[in-house]
């Protein structure tokens, strides 16, 4: 991997990693966090989270569609660092 080497940081239990300086933040959903979701359930959800953004900034819920956004974000940045977030995590568990 060219770049910077990957980075993690833990703030108020909630682990971050840093991976050619995009953030991935381990959100949970449901009973499940982020790290946990396999390739395809990250893929459902992160469709999910775009569609709930879209349909609150419809609605005029701007702050809402806001943090939906963040998580959709998120999502596709861990969809596209997926192996190697993968490799890091099961690395130091």
């Known amino acids: 991997m060219k770049g910077k080497p990957i980075e993690v940081s833990a ?3 909630i682990l971050s990693i840093k991976i050619q300086d995009r953030e991935i933040i381990n959100e949970r959903i449901g009973d499940k966090w982020l790290f946990d979701l ?6 459902c959800y992160k469709e999910a989270y775009h569609i709930a953004s879209l349909s609150r900034s419809q ?7 806001k943090e939906m956004r963040a ?13 190697q977030a993968q490799k890091f995590t099961n690395q130091n568990q």
């Open 38 to 43: 396999t390739y395809a359930e990250a893929i």
């Open 11 to 13: 703030t108020a239990g």
């Open 59 to 65: 609605k005029g819920d701007h702050r809402g569609a």
């Open 71 to 83: 998580s959709y974000n998120n999502f596709k940045r861990y969809i596209a660092h997926y192996e």
